[in-house]
């Protein structure tokens, strides 16, 4: 089973992302060696460079596409050795307005957010529980804990990973394999740049990323990385409907 300690390789999709690279450093800070998967993962070689001279671990990077569903399976399979933790920090916001005009635009928020990422975890998630364990780590959010008009269909593709991973963590926690949800919030990134972020509720990406380091070393199910969260969506999820569907959230 993994841990921080075991020095099993640590998985990262989406590492391209600013969360993707605030994790990587901390996976490496403790001597793990990296698999980091992206797109274009050329980007990703002065990352990786500097974590190998930095840190000392071994860095691979690998690319991949969240949308190319059908290549997941060879993705997964091509793996040697099995990972032995995988975070999954692929992620769109999209354009409210625009999805709701545009089919095309609603399917990529879904697909980016749900489909794809379902895909590649369940496939890795069953791959690690025929090697004997490990730990899969999703980050969520938590406009997935109620719809809201200003951004409910990411809100609802992240809703249906959260559900996933609930699953997921059901099904397998006899296989040995932890599974995390992960719900940072506002986060500073490329993705929210331009945003007016309020500070209270709102993390930098080393901060999601000690988060994630956490949560696998305390076996954590659900996590929200400020816990000032929990409180404002519980008081959210309670409004009663007649109520909430007159707020402007």
Known sequence: MSSPETKSPVLILGAASDIGRAIARRYAETGRPLVLAARDPERLEPDAADL???????VELRAFDVLDITGHPAFVNGLEPVPGTVVCTVGLLGDQAAAERDPAALELIVATNFTGPGVALGL???RMAAAGG???????S???????????????????????????RNRLYAKEVHVVTVKPGFVRTRMTEGMALPALLTAE?????????RAETRRQDVVYVRSVWRLVMAVIRMLPEPVFKRTRL
């Open 134 to 140: 490990g730990t899969v780590i999703g980050i969520g």
């Open 52 to 58: 190998r001279l930095r840190f000392g671990v071994a």
């Open 142 to 168: 938590v406009a997935g804990d109620r719809g809201r008009a200003s951004n409910y269909i990411y809100g609802a593709a992240k809703a249906g990973l959260a559900a996933f991973l609930s699953g997921l």
């Open 124 to 126: 890795l998630a069953d």
């Open 205 to 213: 990406p080393d901060e999601v990323a000690r988060a994630v380091m």
